[in-house]
């Protein structure tokens, strides 16, 4: 990503991962990138992933997309911006589905805060943002999630009535 240029950042990122879906049919691969972690699922035999795989650091490394290798992973399992992502299979070894566990220091931490804001009578729209946060970041790897977050930043961006001061 660029520090100075997120707006920009985004469109490149969009670019390249439009250029790179529109070389496969839909079923040959999905992609998605969130912020600057691209994550791809392509399909096929062993040989055919192995190509596609190829031709798409081949395009990447012709825009000059740069590429950090130690993050990177590759499986039936990885794990991806907090979450681990796995495929699950059926008894014949078919790919039926994803499950996505949230890593463990998250959901601690989601926790810590939880548990922070419910400990007294007032919560404070600090607080309350910053769950909405972690809240919102859960939802972007389990959508079902949405919904709630939407509620807690309608809270946290409340305006004041009554006893409410700006701070709580």
């Known amino acids: 990503g660029a520090v100075a240029g997120p707006l920009l950042w985004g469109r490149l990122a969009a670019f390249v991962m439009r250029a790179t879906a529109s070389m496969f049919n839909p079923n040959e691969l999905a992609l998605q990138c969130y912020v600057d ?42 794990d991806w911006i907090g979450a681990t992502l ?26 810590v805060q ?11 729209r600090t607080g309350l943002k910053e769950f909405a946060g972690l809240g919102s970041w859960v939802g972007s790897v389990v959508p079902a999630m949405r919904p709630y977050c939407q509620m807690l930043w ?12 700006n701070s709580h």
Do not use: H
């Open 86 to 111: 796995k495929y699950v299979r059926s008894e014949q070894g078919r790919i039926v589905g994803v499950s996505i566990t949230i890593m463990q220091e998250k959901v601690v931490a989601m926790g």
């Open 114 to 124: 939880a548990a922070t804001l419910t400990a007294s009578e007032w919560v404070p």
């Open 154 to 165: 309608a809270a946290a961006n409340s305006r004041p009535q009554g006893r409410e001061s």
């Open 37 to 78: 972690d691209p994550l791809m699922a392509v399909r096929g035999t062993p040989k055919q992933r192995a190509r596609r795989f190829a031709l798409i650091l081949l395009l990447w490394s012709a825009l000059n997309f740069k590429m950090s290798w130690a993050k990177g992973a590759k499986g039936d399992k990885v």
